[in-house]
């Protein structure tokens, strides 16, 4: 392990549940627990966006259920941008059939036309230039090294998934590039779709994170995350997936991990989404509590369930 932190407290203890589903594959279960572990842990982490630790223990105490307000004022289980943009992606594509950029620029500008409950600056400046030149691939930019494509990258992941990693990557970048060109969003993009399929196929976290987080240090040491805790994490990518990989590693179960993320502060409904997406993929649908399944948004958790099913490419055997 790359870091043995310990756990941030926890609630007042809840016996967890599990909840019943027609039988379907290891992969599509867990392909639907990715993409509704994302949308849990965006409304979860949307609370405390912006406040620091010690903000959060102030005011809440150890933050572990879908309260909603925030300083977006949500109604509880709602989501932000980090769930809408993946929704809008996975859209795209089902409808083009493969990852294309332009498909994936005219539904993020569509996206933005609905006046969305957030939008990030990188995001709305990028896709204000598409709007103006017709071209779906932004400049490369040294200071476009922000979140906001690894947070919509899930529907890459299931649609990829089997195929080839230099196909993989490819699409990542036709989806990323259209708001972040820059190599840090590239290799963060990377790390968590290649985990994301790996978990899909089964594979061990501990071999999982010696592969892929160890290789992302290996080649970027920006991205270390076994030196110090990553608290208030920005938006800057690196601190998310620091924080990110530090709770995810340093956890046994969905819950641990996702009240572990949210309660560091920051960028917390970015930390949260992909801290969910990675989770629900690990550990599958059940392990995700049943009280936060029951509070978040039914009509985003059935689009989520929809997508994962639709974008799940099948594997030549």
């Not at 017709?134 to 200071?143: D, K, L, M, T, V």
């Not at 991205?223 to 994490?233: E, I, L, Q, S, T």
């Not at 938006?235 to 560091?264: K, Y």
Request: with cysteine.
């Amino acid at each position: 392990m790359f870091w043995t932190g310990e756990l941030i407290a926890k609630t007042a203890p809840v016996r967890r549940r599990t909840v019943a589903f027609p039988e379907r594959s290891p992969q599509l279960d867990r392909a639907m627990a990715a993409y509704v572990g994302l949308a849990v842990g965006d409304a979860l982490g949307a609370t405390v966006e912006f406040l620091t630790p010690n903000e959060i223990r102030q005011q809440i105490g150890v933050h572990g259920n879908l309260t909603g307000g925030g300083w977006l004022r949500l109604k509880a289980g709602q989501v932000t941008d980090d769930t809408t943009m993946a929704l809008a992606l996975g859209e795209s594509i089902i409808a083009a059939g493969s990852v294309d950029a332009r498909a994936a620029a005219e539904a993020f500008d569509a996206w933005m036309r609905a006046k969305p409950v957030d939008i990030g600056n990188t995001v709305r400046r990028n896709l204000i230039t598409f709007r103006q030149t017709g071209q779906p691939e932004a400049a490369a930019s040294e200071h476009d090294a922000g979140n906001g494509a690894a947070m919509r990258v899930l529907p890459v992941a299931l649609k990829c998934y089997g195929q080839p990693e230099k196909t993989t990557k490819i699409a990542i970048r036709a989806q990323a590039h259209v708001t972040h060109h820059n190599a840090l969003s590239d290799a963060a993009c990377d790390t968590l779709v290649l985990m994301v399929q790996d978990f899909l196929a089964g594979r061990d976290a501990i071999e999982v994170e010696r592969q892929r987080a160890g290789q992302l240090v290996a080649e970027l040491p920006v991205f270390a995350y076994d030196k110090k805790r990553r608290d208030n994490p920005s938006g800057f990518v690196v601190e998310t997936m620091q924080a990110v990989l530090q709770s995810f590693f340093a956890t046994d179960n969905f819950e641990d991990c996702l009240i572990d993320v949210v309660n560091r502060g920051g960028d917390a409904d970015t930390t949260g989404a992909i801290a969910g997406m990675l989770a629900g993929a690990r550990y599958g649908y059940q392990a995700i509590p049943r009280r936060w399944l029951a509070t978040l948004d039914q009509a985003i958790r059935l689009r989520c369930e929809q997508q994962a099913a639709a974008l799940l490419a099948p594997v030549e055997t």
